[in-house]
């Protein structure tokens, strides 16, 4: 029973997802800075979410 609340999602609780810099820099010119490749990847994932979820 412990185990079950101590894994629970709390309400409101923030979850994260993080990558590795050699994760990231498979896809990034090493010149990119991690706020290039967070921007490039948010403007990804802005377009890909409107050409497939709102079309």
Known sequence: K???IMCEV???EITRVAFTNE???????NSYTP???KREIL??????KKESWES
Request: no cysteine; net charge positive.
């Open 43 to 48: 403007a990804l994932l802005k377009l890909w």
């Open 23 to 29: 994760q990231l820099h498979k896809y990034f010119p």
């Open 2 to 4: 412990m185990e079950e």
């Open 35 to 37: 706020a290039m490749m």
């Open 10 to 12: 709390k309400k409101g």
